[in-house]
Nanobody, 118 residues
Framework: QVQIVESGGGLVQPGGSLTLSCTAS????????MAWYRQRPGEEREFVAH???????TYADSVRGRSFISRDNAKNTVTLQMSSLKPEDSAVYYC????????????WGQGTQVIVSS
């Protein structure tokens, strides 16, 4: 079965940096587009960053310039490096895998919590 597992969340000081990791299993990782989303309590889940199967990245306006998404197909892993963190970056971050834009090939991880606070 497909399994998506995020890690790397935690408590970070404002202005600090954090690297989130997502490891996928049970799928042909190299053909999947990967993405990060985040959700604050009581709010809708929002897009953060995306990387295609061919490693082309896209970023949300809110994180562009201070985030970097990358993938390692040999390790079935996608990472999100974030810097200059702000309190509004606090959220549960979710990893998403999708192939061909198909609902049948769309998977989510359980999420990892990031808290940016002094």
């Amino acid at each position: 079965q497909v399994q998506i597992v995020e890690s790397g969340g935690g408590l970070v000081q404002p202005g600090g940096s954090l690297t989130l990791s997502c490891t996928a299993s049970g799928l042909i990782f190299k053909v999947y587009n990967m993405a990060w989303y985040r959700q604050r309590p009581g709010e809708e889940r929002e897009f953060v960053a995306h990387i295609t199967a061919t490693a082309d990245p896209t970023y949300a306006d809110s994180v562009r310039g201070r985030s970097f998404i990358s993938r390692d197909n040999a390790k079935n892993t996608v990472t999100l490096q974030m810097s200059s963190l702000k309190p509004e970056d606090s959220a549960v971050y979710y990893c998403n895998a999708n192939a061909g834009g198909l609902a049948e090939l769309n998977f989510w991880g359980q999420g990892t919590q990031v808290i940016v606070s002094s």
